[in-house]
Antibody, heavy 120, light 107 residues
């Protein structure tokens, strides 16, 4: 069974750094063509892609958030970590991690999401 | 950045109706277009990838078509569980982008 689970703080103060961890099972980031990405959704709004990392080391971030985002993978512990610096109330929302497969170029399996509120 | 524009924003239909949702790309995404369904309080679920291939578990009443810049998701006969928000997404190039979504609501 393949699962992904997001974890991290539910409340972050403005200007602080948000660190979210995606812990997955049932697949490996050592397998060719497999990636894990982060997508967020502000309350009542559309999905927004944030970052993606692949098994071959390729990775990319959203250009609109590029300087604030870092995505790293820990293949031995089956985790992908997203770090977002200098958070703002506009960063409030649900953050999802999802598996991405290169053959389909789609996010085929998603975590349940982690709700994050940025507020003082 | 490739912009995906979905239409209509909201579609009001009845169970048994045929639904046609559109996704238009600002430049060609070849066939690298996926469709997702999201219900309230739930994570998105992949329905269609590579423009027209149903993901595992997607009912046959869902079909995708199109290539290049114009894509369509069709639900042949709506069932009650199909009323949700639908998003398209591409990964033909960086960055990945999603459309703004189409809300399918019960008339």
């Amino acid at each position: 069974q393949i699962t992904l689970r997001e974890s991290g703080p539910t409340l972050v103060e403005p200007t602080q750094t948000l660190t979210l961890t995606c812990t997955f099972s049932g697949f490996s980031l050592l397998t060719s063509g497999v990636g894990v990405g982060w997508i967020r959704q502000p309350p009542g709004k559309a999905l927004e892609w944030l970052a993606l990392t692949y098994s071959d080391g390729e990775k990319s971030n959203s250009p609109s958030l590029k300087d604030r985002l870092t995505i790293t993978k820990d293949t031995s512990n089956n985790q992908v970590v997203l770090t977002m610096t200098n958070v703002d109330p506009m960063d409030t929302g649900t953050y999802y991690c999802a598996r991405h497969l290169e053959p389909s170029q789609a996010f085929d399996l998603w975590g349940q999401g982690a709700k994050v509120t940025v507020s003082s | 950045e490739i912009v995906l524009t979905q239409s209509p924003g909201t579609l009001s239909l009845s169970p048994g109706d045929r639904a046609t949702l559109s996704c238009r790309a600002s430049q060609s995404v070849r066939d690298y277009l996926a469709w997702y369904q999201q219900k309230p309080g739930q994570a998105p679920r992949l329905l269609i990838y590579y423009a027209s291939i149903r993901a595992a578990g997607t009912p046959a009443r869902f079909s995708g078509s199109g290539s290049g810049t114009d894509f369509t998701l069709t639900i042949s006969s709506l069932e009650s569980e199909d009323f949700a928000i639908y998003y398209c997404q591409h990964r033909s190039d960086w960055p990945v982008t999603f459309g703004q979504g189409t809300r399918l609501e019960i008339k």
